[in-house]
């Protein structure tokens, strides 16, 4: 399996650095062979080349079988033109790349129920939630425009969606509902936005393909409320790119912290894109003391999606449960009576797990 590696900025290269440890593990455990190349995005390539996303990096991402991202960005690059943001490079990639699906599993394991922010009776014994986001429409990649000067400025973004584009995430959510507890999610704003009716037409219309699956509908505000009011009632959460930017990073907080929060972004023939959804954090950069188990996490999926390693990926999975049922912590899922560890020795134990 040949993967190409995206370190990036901040935090980036410290979490790769222990999801290598990780797939070393994976590849000495079932005699597989993985191939890397790391190359570069975000601030650091713009430092480097001029740009967030260098042509040889499309080029090595585009013939890999999967690409492994850090985190990119920082305060170092805030000021540049938006052409020039670390983050345009990663629009750009997902764009290259055609994954328009992002799964991003908002997980909490029993023994951080103490790390969310929510009271014990809400969270139950843990919680599952799949929110499955649209990634190449909507607002971020709709038509953008400012005109005028001074006070008398205006700016709009334009929210587009076309059937096609629609239908394509829709079949997604609705296959991973089907292998999960078949309950599936679809939230839009469809009491204002045109777009949105567009939305709920179209996976209504899905939805007659997939008869076993329980299917609602919910406008987002309320959805934002009823993640924090009610989390278990959701499985399998489908919505657009802007809706499910926000909705994924508040489900990542029932889990106690983003740094436990993975993320995969699947096209149709395109190698998959893999992250952590969290930042590059360059405030705590080179202190050992980001979180690597978000990353970790992301590579099970990885195996899984774009490997066909379940084993290796339930393996990674139970490795992590593993570590904190040993009572094992970062610092910012740390609790009273647990310990504390730093970035390296976080992912030796998961590796040594596995």
């Known amino acids: 399996m040949k993967i190409a590696l995206i370190p990036g900025d901040g935090i980036g290269p410290e979490i790769i650095k222990q999801a290598l440890k990780v797939l070393d593990a994976v590849s000495n455990k079932y005699n597989v062979e993985f191939t890397y190349e790391e190359v570069l995005m975000g ?32 305060e170092k690059w805030d000021n540049l033109p938006g052409h020039l943001r670390p983050e345009t490079g990663l629009l750009g990639l997902r764009k290259a790349l055609g994954v328009f699906a992002n799964l991003r599993p908002a997980i909490l394991f029993p023994q951080l129920k103490e790390a969310s ?7 139950g014994d843990g919680l599952n939630v799949m929110v499955v986001r649209e990634l190449t429409g909507g607002l971020y990649f709709g038509e953008k425009k400012r005109v005028g000067q001074g006070n008398s400025q205006k700016a709009w973004d334009t929210m587009i969606y076309s ?51 329980t299917v609602n509908h919910m406008y987002v505000d309320n959805a934002a409320m009823q993640l924090i009011r009610n989390p278990k009632q959701f499985d399998v959460i489908v919505t657009e790119n802007m809706f499910g930017d926000i909705l994924s990073d508040e489900a990542s907080m029932l889990t106690g912290s983003l740094g436990m929060l993975p993320s995969a972004s699947l096209g149709k023939e ?25 990353t970790i996490m992301s590579v099970a999926m990885m195996l899984r999606h774009s490997g066909g390693m379940e084993d ?43």
């Open 312 to 354: 290796a990926a339930r393996d990674i999975e139970n490795a992590v449960s593993k570590v904190l049922d040993m009572g094992y912590r970062t610092g910012d899922i740390m609790q009273p009576g647990m310990k504390q560890v730093g970035t390296e020795k976080m992912g030796e134990l998961i590796a040594g797990e596995i």
């Open 270 to 294: 395109n190698p998959g894109l893999y992250e952590p959804v969290h930042g590059s954090a360059p405030d705590i950069a080179g202190q050992d003391k980001a979180n690597p188990i978000a």
């Open 163 to 213: 059937v096609e584009e629609i239908e394509r995430i829709t079949r997604v959510a609705f296959e991973l509902a089907m292998n999960r507890n078949k309950k599936l999610t679809s939230v839009d704003k469809a009491n204002v936005l045109e777009s949105s009716r567009l939305w709920r037409e179209v996976v209504t219309k899905v939805a007659e393909d997939y008869p076993e699956v």
């Open 117 to 123: 922010t929510l009271k014990e009776e809400v969270l």
């Open 43 to 74: 601030g650091i390539a713009i430092d480097e080349t001029g740009v967030p996303l260098p042509e040889e990096t499309l080029k090595v991402c585009k013939k890999s079988d999967a690409v492994l991202l850090g985190a990119v960005g920082g």
